[in-house]
């Protein structure tokens, strides 16, 4: 499906739109301020903001042996960009068409269908199969008789805040800078599934949570986390990403503790965000050595969220 008939059905009111485009993973501290300039712009001029985001990363549909874990899949993107404030949020498929259509052309496209009156971008962005600079798409925006605005990118620590950025922090289990980035815990979640029941049978029973291998793999090991249940409770919670080394290995694994709870959550959503990395992932002699520190690992975390309110 091409570039208009996947944007055809949003819905345009009063004839003019605000239009921001990329990928968007993360919707981090950089994207935010992308899209609340985005908002601003659409409420000064009186019209709609509309952000497009592809559902797959560009770069991994040009160079299928590059395909980058995401931080997010699209539909929790999605949402994500919504609550920015932004009117419509339109998932694209970067098909065949998209990737080969010139900058000037999809910016056309975008007029056309949408009534494009402002266009939103990165001071670092580029466009298009041919790869428009920012210098080069306000050529086009004179031409075609849009107005573009840039936005400078968002520094921390001095470094400009970027998805791989974070991705790099996860992949070390810094979850704090990774969140100073985001601008929010970072969250992950899963169906819960039936395991081996081994932690149980240690005392610290556990939901095992299905992951996509799509998505970031944080630093393997344990985490203070709160646990985000399906009723809408938020706990405190040890949470493990490793491959069970002790027990005989068991790639993958996701699994949550949550102190003095024992409620049935088998085939139920839940998710956790990220408070601290407690420990990275190690092989014990035996089990009684591996569930000392367990112990010891819900101790720490006990203490970590002694002060700590849940969030709203």
Not at 145 to 150: D, I, N
Not at 163 to 176: H, N
Not at 201 to 214: F, I, K, Y
Not at 274 to 296: G, H, K
């Amino acid at each position: 499906m091409g570039l208009q008939q996947q944007i055809a059905t949003i819905e345009n009111t009063d004839g003019t739109t605000c239009v921001t485009v990329g990928t968007f993973d993360g919707v981090h501290e950089g994207h935010q301020a992308l899209l609340r300039t985005l908002v601003e712009t659409a409420n000064r001029n009186n019209t709609r903001s509309v952000a497009l985001s592809f559902r797959q990363p560009p770069r991994s549909i040009i160079d299928p042996s590059h395909q980058t874990p995401q931080l997010y899949d699209a539909e929790t993107r999605s949402t994500l960009i919504e609550e920015q404030g932004i009117d419509t949020v339109q998932l694209i498929d970067f098909e065949a068409e998209i990737r080969v259509m010139p900058a000037e052309e999809f910016l056309k496209t975008l007029q056309g269908s949408l009534g494009m009156t402002h266009l939103i971008v990165g001071e670092r962005a580029v466009m298009g199969h041919d790869r428009k600079t920012v210098d080069e798409i306000t050529e086009i925006a004179n031409r075609n008789g849009f107005a573009l605005h840039t936005v400078p990118p968002v520094i921390r620590n001095g470094q400009i805040v970027s998805s791989s950025l974070i991705r790099s922090a996860m992949a070390t289990g810094d979850v704090k800078s990774a969140a100073d980035m985001l601008g929010r815990q970072y969250e992950r979640g899963g169906r819960v599934h039936r395991g081996f029941g081994v932690a149980r049978e240690m005392g610290v029973p556990t939901a095992n949570l299905q992951w996509s291998r799509q998505l970031v793999m944080p630093a393997k090991g344990i985490y203070a986390t709160w646990a985000k249940l399906p009723d809408g409770r938020v706990l405190p919670s040890a949470t493990y990403f490793g491959d069970n080394p002790t027990l005989g290995g068991n790639l993958g694994t996701f699994e949550v503790h949550i102190d003095n709870f024992d409620e049935d959550l088998y085939d139920q959503k839940m998710s956790v965000e990220f408070i601290d990395f407690i420990r990275p992932d190690q092989e014990f002699d035996n089990v009684d050595e591996l569930n000392q520190a367990i112990q010891s690992d819900v101790a720490k975390i006990n203490k970590i969220f002694a002060n700590l309110k849940p969030p709203n």
